[in-house]
């Protein structure tokens, strides 16, 4: 680890702080409110996972921490706080010495995201002399040793190459590299996996949890995969319509989780513990327009629940244990959620 | 492990596929890729076989060499008793009629500029099927039956429609001609969960009562065993392993099956993570290893492996597999044959 000792943090204490983060787009159609109030804090070297549908804005949200927007025709509101230091505020030239640097991002597809006419041993050397003013054979050194790190064969033989060279499990081990390369205390994974083969994302998702413990950098895993998030984070958001629903410790909201719209989301996946042809649990109709969300609790004209009370008054978010918390007029174990099983136990008896 | 053989064929299929071979040529280099080498599989009346394995497998290619799109090279698809390899081009139109396709990306594979009632009606112009009152009434009737409710959505395009929505319209345009069998190609892969659910259920419903038979193809494990009543595993090009489906999951014989199921995040903390990790990626189908295409990546493999091709054999009732030394069902018997690919 010769020039990595950047790369050990400092052991605790809180990394990033989000308060009432809300990102809006001035559209020809409207303000869609992607992302509207979003709390939550993120220690050192703790994995988070944000999970949620298509459109519920969890990857603004990601885009939102890092400051990743366009410049036009967008609302921000609230505040961003990494290690004390307000980003939200930060001219560009600054948030530019932090992106790499402190905090790296990882994409979905990482053939587009690489270079494609540019060497892989320059792509990775390229941060290194930006942020750490490495010379030339000090950067080529380092290079070498994160392609070993995250299990790339004949190293040597890639610094020559180009992206299109090699397999799409070998490109997000290159990007996770170039991630890593400045040592970040925190690594945004948006997708990692979801272009790869269920073999390799194995591969992928155990090399990125490696490397999070080694050198204690936090991360922040935004997925479609509930599977995902549960063997690979300490805490999970759901996130739906621009809003946290739940948050909770990751072992916590699988065994407890309180908000329905968690619980339709786990039901509606197929297990591979049911037996075949097993009746699968959806979620009626679609994710609203976030031009004019519904009123009071913005899940309620999908909610197997919904009273009155949850399409007038909008649910706060509420703790059901410390660390634990949830957005729910009548979560699972209400009176209500009993009272809609029972009902619904006898429609669908005998399935 | 990967393998040829036609043990597990039966004779009252309403499909049946022999020693597929499909190819394609790499540019002008003489070189080609062997995308199907040799696979054979059958289907009944009113089953859902369910295909899987990782990208570049082979299992698109297979459903659409089935539908003669394009010619595949050797083999034989015998549907409803009619041999699909050496029918003419007519012939094949016709029979068409009777297997029908969805595919992953629903939003592109409708037309953009025509109404969804044009959409679903356009294979019963073309057949002119009925007068156009009756026509209308069958497109109706299946826009109903696949959960578009046809007054408020028929005049509407593809674009209006969410990505459920449109896979449910390519349905209803599959369904339209009532053909025997529908072919699924990766139909929701696209999906949020939530939707998908919808799909998988509407597929069982239509099922029932359509009395379709279903191939479905897919590369989600969890989201083939909840349809599927057999499942089919397949590597680079080849046949692992074909089992009735809650017993393919319950006891893998195949080494390659076993590395797939325990590669899949399980949505549950407290499951341990198995350790049955495959280092690498598949091989490239241009240059397949020879003997079993699995043995470089494979934990069990021996020099049998690297120089024999297995065949497929029958290790439990109804459970073949296509492996020299399976996790369960005892050693290959040796034979003389050798095949070098």
Known sequence: ?351 | MAGTGQAHLRPDALLSVRDLVVEFPVGRTGLKVNAVSGISFDAQKGETLGIVGESGCGKSTTGRAIMQIPRPKSGDVTFDGQNLMQADAETIRRLRTNIQMIFQDPISSLNPRRSVRDIVLEPLNIWKVGTKEERLARVNKVLEDVGIDPAVAADRRPYQFSGGQCQRISIARALVLEPKMIICDEPVSALDVSVQAQVLNLLEDLKRDYSLTLMFIAHDLAVVKNISDRVAVMYLGKMCEIAPSDDLYRAPAHHYTNVLLSSIPVADPTVTVASHRVEGEPPSPVLPPPGCRFNPRCPAATDRCRTEEPQIREIAPNHFVACHHPIHGGEAPVTVRTTGT
């Not at chain 1, 309180?258 to 989301?265: D, G, I, N």
């Not at chain 1, 009071?296 to 909610?303: E, L, V």
Request: glycine letters at 8%; aromatic letters at 4%; charged letters at 20%.
């Open chain 1, 1 to 351: 680890m010769s020039s990595l000792q950047t790369a050990v943090r400092r052991e605790t204490g809180t990394l990033l702080e989000i308060e009432d983060l809300a990102t809006h787009f001035v559209t020809a159609g409207g303000v869609v409110r992607a992302v509207d109030g979003v709390s939550f804090s993120l220690e050192h070297g703790q994995r988070l996972g944000i999970v949620g549908e298509s459109g519920c804005g969890k990857t603004i949200l990601s885009r939102s921490i890092m400051g990743l927007l366009p410049r036009r025709n967008v609302i921000r509101n609230g505040s961003v706080l990494f290690e004390g230091t307000e980003l939200t505020t930060m001219s560009l030239k600054d948030r530019q010495k932090i992106w790499g640097a402190e905090m790296a991002m990882i994409f979905q597809d990482p053939m587009t995201s690489l270079n494609p006419v540019m060497k892989i041993g320059k792509q990775l050397a390229e941060p290194l002399r930006i942020h750490l003013g490495s010379t030339r054979e000090n950067a080529q050194e380092i290079v070498l040793k994160l392609l070993q790190d995250v299990g790339i064969p004949e190293p040597e033989k890639r610094l020559e190459q180009y992206a299109h060279e090699l397999s799409g499990g070998m490109r997000q081990r290159i990007m996770i590299a170039m991630a890593l390369a400045c040592g970040p205390s925190v690594l945004f994974a948006d997708e990692p996996t979801t272009a790869l083969d269920v073999t390799v994302q194995a591969q992928i998702l155990d090399l990125i949890e490696e490397q999070c413990r080694e050198r204690n950098m936090a991360l922040i895993l935004v997925t479609h995969d509930l599977g995902v998030v549960a063997g690979h984070t300490d805490q999970i958001i759901v996130m739906y319509a621009g809003k946290i629903v739940e948050i909770a410790p990751t072992a916590t909201l699988f065994s407890k989780m309180k908000m329905p719209y968690t619980e339709a989301l786990f039901q509606s996946i197929p297990k591979l513990d049911e037996p075949s042809h097993t009746r699968l649990v959806t979620i009626g109709g679609r994710p609203p327009n976030l031009i004019s969300p519904p009123t009071g609790c913005r899940f309620s004209p999908r909610c197997p629940y919904t009273t009155d009370k949850c399409t007038s008054i909008e649910p706060e978010l509420q703790q059901a244990e410390p660390g634990h918390y949830f957005a729910c007029h009548h979560p699972v174990g209400s009176d209500r959620w009993n009272e809609v099983q029972v009902s619904l136990g006898r429609r669908t008896g005998g399935r």
